[in-house]
């Protein structure tokens, strides 16, 4: 379900559990050099929480400086530790990790009936100060059929800058210098 390239590295998310043979839960990293899978990055995406139990990695996005990986998923664990629906990976180590930054919007602001984490895409902004989340959902903001941005700046609980309501489905979203643009389903146009 996603891609993304950064130096030496391809970051692959979606739903699998193994990739070349080796456990890697929903998320991996592909060395270029000798097309193997890098085993300094092990940082399973566990414990589903999507719609009907549902759990893939949807989004992936490096920040301008290369250090930090942006994953938005419908799981709550990533490496081990609480990070329902976003997660900030630490590139820059001998082994990537989780990093502190995280926010409990997704955790406490489930959707609809099934009580489901629905984020479907993210962005990091072209100066790698915010990043930004699109959900679908039922209209249950803050968590659903918004786009929420978030700095990226921080240790520990952040808190989001700014919430936009959509009333629908988004499905996509792309950060420029001078604005945030959002697709989804065509009856939130123009809200």
């Keep these: 379900r996603a891609l993304v390239v950064s130096g030496d590295r391809l970051y692959v998310g979606g739903k699998f559990g193994k990739i070349n043979g080796l456990d890697r839960k929903r998320l991996a990293a592909v060395d270029f ?10 940082v399973p995406v566990e414990e589903p929480s999507g ?31 609480v990070r329902t629906g976003v997660a900030l990976i630490d590139l820059t180590g001998a082994a990537a990790t989780v990093k502190p930054w995280f926010t409990d919007l997704y955790e406490l602001n489930r959707c609809g009936d ?28 803050p968590g659903c059929d918004t ?11 952040v808190e989001p800058l700014w919430v936009s309501r ?26």
Excluded: C
């Design 51 to 81: 719609a009907n139990g549902g759990s893939s990695v949807r989004a992936l996005e490096v920040t301008p400086d290369g250090r930090t990986l942006m994953s938005i998923h419908n799981s709550r664990l990533v490496g081990g530790q």
């Design 33 to 42: 050099l000798d097309d193997s899978v890098d085993e300094t990055f092990n």
């Design 166 to 191: 959509h009333f629908n489905t988004l499905e996509s979203v792309e950060i420029t210098w001078n604005a945030v643009y959002v697709g989804g389903d065509r009856k939130s146009v123009g809200r």
């Design 114 to 141: 099934d009580a489901a984490t629905r984020v479907r895409s993210g962005a990091i902004s072209p100066d790698g100060s915010y990043l930004v989340v699109v959900s679908s959902g039922q209209d249950f903001p």
């Design 147 to 157: 786009a929420v941005a978030f700095p990226i700046a921080g240790e520990g609980k």
